[in-house]
T-cell receptor, first 109, second 115 residues
Framework: NAGVTQTPKFQVLKTGQSMTLQCAQD?????MSWYRQDPGMGLRLIHY???????DQGEVPNGYNVSRSTTEDFPLRLLSAAPSQTSVYFC????????FGSGTRLTVV | AQSVTQLDSQVPVFEEAPVELRCNYS??????LFWYVQYPNQGLQLLLK??????LVKGINGFEAEFNKSQTSFHLRKPSVHISDTAEYFC?????????????FGKGTLLTVNP
């Protein structure tokens, strides 16, 4: 039972490039979320999904896009990377104490 | 809107000493409360959670927390810490209704256990 799997673990992008952060869960959870973690800021909610085909914005959604075509997968897309998006990104699955993935450390230069 | 304040950004303690990490929250609705631990270069692991019932919640690794509604607090305690408890600890809150999958986090407390 893998829980929540995030890929890649590390990524360096140039300003303006696009990429997709992958997140998959094998717990059959309806709820999935993306957070970013910045030093001294805690974690902030980017986007979330309450089921396949249903997504909504969190606290800091600008510059990110999501879709949920299956229960298992919830990818996060950076449309045009900016240095301000340098962060550690975490995917979470479930409710009332969600399970977190191990994170993707993204650097935008 | 909800908010979480972790009153100490860093807490250094000696091994085998007791520790308390403080957390206060603000919310206009009833809440669920959580403590997560993050070891260096790892994801977040759920330590314990308060959903309802007894206000004293026991978690993994010997940690416990007490929900105090009148003081809007959820402080984390351990009677005797180990070197391996060195990590960052995050307090989080969600509403207790249909949006309980959306967490608001505090900024974290770095616990450093020294020999």
């Amino acid at each position: 039972n893998a829980g929540v799997t995030q890929t890649p673990k590390f990524q360096v992008l140039k300003t303006g490039q696009s990429m997709t952060l992958q997140c998959a869960q094998d717990m059959n959870h309806e709820y999935m979320s993306w957070y970013r973690q910045d030093p001294g800021m805690g974690l902030r909610l980017i986007h979330y999904s309450v089921g396949a085909g249903i997504t909504d914005q969190g606290e800091v959604p600008n510059g990110y896009n999501v879709s949920r075509s299956t229960t298992e997968d919830f990818p996060l897309r950076l449309l045009s990377a900016a240095p301000s998006q340098t962060s550690v990104y975490f995917c979470a699955s479930g409710d009332a104490g969600p399970t977190f993935g191990s994170g993707t450390r993204l650097t935008v230069v | 809107a909800q908010s979480v304040t972790q009153l100490d950004s860093q807490v250094p303690v000696f091994e085998e000493a007791p520790v308390e990490l403080r957390c206060n929250y603000s919310s206009s609705v009833s809440v669920y409360l959580f403590w997560y631990v993050q070891y260096p270069n790892q994801g977040l692991q759920l330590l314990l959670k308060y959903l309802s019932g007894s206000t004293l919640v026991k978690g993994i690794n010997g940690f416990e927390a007490e929900f105090n509604k009148s003081q809007t607090s959820f402080h984390l305690r351990k009677p005797s810490v180990h070197i391996s408890d060195t990590a960052e600890y995050f307090c989080a809150v969600s509403d207790s209704g249909g949006s309980n999958y959306k967490l608001t986090f505090g900024k974290g407390t770095l616990l450093t256990v020294n020999p």
